[in-house]
C-alpha cells in the first residue's frame, strides 16, 4: 500500500514528489502502521527527509555546460600534478581518502618547506592565471534566456586607485619576506603599513600618475558608451522622477438660471449700495 502526502506544494516539482512519496512507502513498509505517525514526526525521521529533499532538489536545477567553469586553486594543480606520486607511495591497494590525506600531507609539507617556495609559487601562478581566466570568460558569458540568470552588468571597469596599483606592484615582495605561511590578512596589513609611510614620505607620485590615467579612461570609455556607438552597448541613464502634470482648471458650474458664466478676466465693479435715508437718484 503506497501512503502519499496529500498536501503539497503547488511549486513542488514531480521528481520531488516521486522522491517524497518513494521515501514514505519506504518508510511504512518497513515500520508497523501504529507507531508510523509518532515515528514520523522524530526528529531523525524529518532530518532524513530533508537529506532526500535536498538531493532531489539539486539533481533537477537545471545548469548550463557552456557557463564558465571556477577557477582551480593552487592546492588542486598541486593535487592534479601529485596524485600519481602519493598513489605510488601508498601502493595499489589504496583507497581514494588515503590518497587525498596524502596529498594533504604533501601539500602541508611543501608550504613550510622555504627552500621549495619556487615550487609553491608555480602553482600560486597557476591559479592566479586561471582565475583571471575566469573573470574574463565570465564578463563575457551571455546565460540562456530559458535560466532566468541575470547578465552581469555590464560597461567599463571603474578606475583602480592609486594604493591598489602600490598593492599590485609589491604584493610577491611582501610575500616573500613574511614567508609562505603568511596569511593573506597578514599581507595586506603589511601593504597598508607600507603605504602610509610612502605617503608620510610623499612619495606616492608613481602610482598616483598611475590612477589618475586609469580614471580617464574609464570616464573616456563611459563617454563612447553613452555616445552609443556602433559595438558600444546601450548606456543605462539615470532617470529622475517624472515631472507631474499640470492639472487643467476645473470649468466654473453655470449659475442657477441657465445663465452662462461670466468669461475670465478682472471681475464687473459692484455699484456702490444706496446710502439709508436717501433716494437714489
Sequence with gaps: ??????????????????AINKFVDTFFTENNLETAKTMWSSDATQKALKTVLNKAEKGTKEKD??????????????????????????????????????????WNTLKTDKKRSSELSKYEKMAAEDKERYE????????????????????????????????????????????ADAKAADVTRKLGEMWNKLKGQNKTGEYDKLAEADKERYYSEKEAMAAGGADA??????????????????????????????????????????AKGKATK
Excluded at 535560466?147 to 571597469?157: E, F, M, N, R
Excluded at 452662462?260 to 464687473?268: M, Q
Design 1 to 18: 500500500m503506497v501512503y502519499r502526502i496529500r498536501y503539497i506544494n503547488e511549486n513542488t516539482n514531480m521528481t520531488t514528489l516521486k
Design 233 to 274: 552597448e546601450p548606456a543605462v541613464k539615470e532617470t529622475s522622477a517624472p515631472a507631474k502634470k499640470a492639472v487643467p482648471a476645473k470649468k466654473p458650474t453655470p449659475a442657477k438660471g441657465g445663465k452662462a458664466p461670466a468669461k475670465a478676466g478682472k471681475a464687473p465693479a459692484k455699484k456702490p449700495a444706496p
Design 136 to 179: 574574463k570568460d565570465r564578463a563575457e558569458y551571455v546565460p540562456p534566456e530559458h535560466l532566468g540568470i541575470k547578465k552581469a552588468k555590464t560597461g567599463p571597469k571603474r578606475g583602480k586607485s592609486a594604493y591598489l596599483y602600490f598593492c599590485e606592484a609589491k604584493r610577491d615582495e611582501v610575500r616573500k619576506t613574511l614567508g
Design 65 to 106: 555546460p557552456n557557463a564558465p567553469k571556477r577557477g582551480k586553486s593552487a592546492y588542486l594543480y598541486f593535487c592534479n600534478m601529485n596524485r600519481d606520486a602519493a598513489r605510488k607511495t601508498l601502493g595499489p591497494d589504496a583507497k581514494a581518502t588515503e590518497v587525498t590525506s596524502q596529498l594533504g600531507a604533501m
